[in-house]
Nanobody
Framework: QVQLAESGGGMVQAGGSLRLSCAAS????????MGWFRQAAGKDREFVAA????????SYADSVKGRFTISRDNAENTVYLQMNSLKPEDTAVYYC?????????????????WGQGTQVTVSS
């Protein structure tokens, strides 16, 4: 069993930056693919970014490409999402998720474990 805990959310002005962290407990994340997803109020949860277990391949939603960067530190059992040039439309609850097959895909159904989420609010 993997427990995931997100942190680093908060309120920021448009153009600002935040770094989200996803810390795991219960099992090492080194063999898991990891993803970040978000859900804005009244909308479905959507893919943001993902990284394979070895960290070689990363993928991003078009809406965040060039602004967000996903990374992982397997020694720290933590995954990060660096968010720059934030926009009001980035406002959402951000969730991290773990895929035990290691693929790190954009499909929510590929992920077995989810965190509770952290709120990000971007003001204009």
């Amino acid at each position: 069993q993997v427990q995931l805990a997100e942190s680093g959310g908060g309120m920021v002005q448009a153009g600002g930056s935040l770094r989200l962290s996803c810390a795991a407990s219960g099992r090492t994340l080194s063999s898991y693919g990891m993803g970040w997803f978000r859900q804005a109020a009244g909308k479905d949860r959507e893919f943001v970014a993902a990284i394979t277990w070895i960290g070689v391949r990363k993928s991003y939603a078009d809406s965040v490409k060039g602004r967000f960067t996903i990374s992982r530190d397997n020694a720290e059992n933590t995954v990060y999402l660096q968010m720059n040039s934030l926009k009001p439309e980035d406002t959402a609850v951000y969730y991290c998720a773990a895929d035990r097959r290691g693929w790190g895909t954009s499909s929510q159904s590929d992920y077995e474990y989810w965190g509770q989420g952290t709120q990000v609010t971007v003001s204009s």
